[in-house]
């Protein structure tokens, strides 16, 4: 197994910027969802997608979206970016309903 | 909606003694319950996990048992290590089992310090 690799593991923006995050997912997870998670607070879900297709959304605006490949690999772009959006950036895959999260992505917005 | 409730932290230990960490949830229908634990500059591991009522989970000496008559999945461990210093979330996942998976909703977790 190969886990779930992220990258990259720091960024550093400006306000108003656009960000792209990566996420390899576990071989044979179909599922991968995005989390962030704000210093000292748990993580928040972002969406999911299965097989290509977004299959859930948590409270985020438009401005973060995301891809799934066919090889199940993963993006998160963010738009407009804002000062609050500084956090830990986590990618989980799944199959069945067993995560495995990446180490995450650092991401700083000055 | 569904929610997760942890006790507030930090909680520092000496070496070897007993750990509780209180986990409470609300949910419709029947989730899966989780530990996480996070180790300084790193992601989320799994520690152990319960799909079911009165199932216990155990991993490396921690366990928890789902309660659903108390809606709780308390995080036990009988004798703690300096190595088990880290920040521990307590989660649920509503998602039917057999699914691909729903989305993991997490406590705001609780650090522990566990001093020699």
């Known amino acids: 197994e190969t886990g779930v690799t992220q990258s990259p593991t720091h960024l550093i923006k400006t306000r108003g910027q656009q960000v792209t995050l990566r996420c390899s997912s576990q071989?044979?997870?179909?599922?991968v969802s995005w989390y962030q998670q704000a210093l000292g607070q748990g993580p928040q879900f972002i969406f999911q997608y299965y097989r290509e297709e977004e299959n859930g959304r948590g409270n985020f605006p438009p401005r973060f979206s995301g891809l799934q490949f066919p090889n199940y690999s993963s993006e998160l772009n963010v738009n407009a970016l804002e000062l609050d959006d500084s956090a830990l950036y986590l990618c989980?895959?799944?199959?069945?309903?067993?995560?495995?999260f990446g180490s995450g992505t650092r991401l700083t917005v000055v | 909606g569904d929610s997760v409730t942890q006790m507030e932290g930090p909680v520092t230990l000496s070496e070897e003694a007993f750990l509780t960490i209180n986990c409470t949830y609300t949910a419709t229908g029947y989730p899966s319950l989780f530990w996480y634990v996070q180790y300084p500059g790193e992601g989320l591991q799994l520690l152990l996990k319960?799909?079911?009522?009165?199932d216990k989970g155990s991993n490396k000496g921690f366990e928890a048992t789902y309660r659903k008559e108390t809606t709780s999945f308390h995080l036990e461990k009988g004798s703690v290590q300096v190595s088990d210093s880290a920040v521990y979330f307590c989660a649920l996942s509503s998602a039917p089992r057999g699914n691909q998976g729903g989305k993991l909703i997490f406590g705001q977790g609780t650090e522990l310090s566990v001093k020699p």
């Open positions: 319960a799909t079911k009522a009165d």
């Open positions: 071989s044979g997870h179909n599922t």
């Open positions: 989980a895959s799944s199959l069945r309903g067993g995560y495995t």
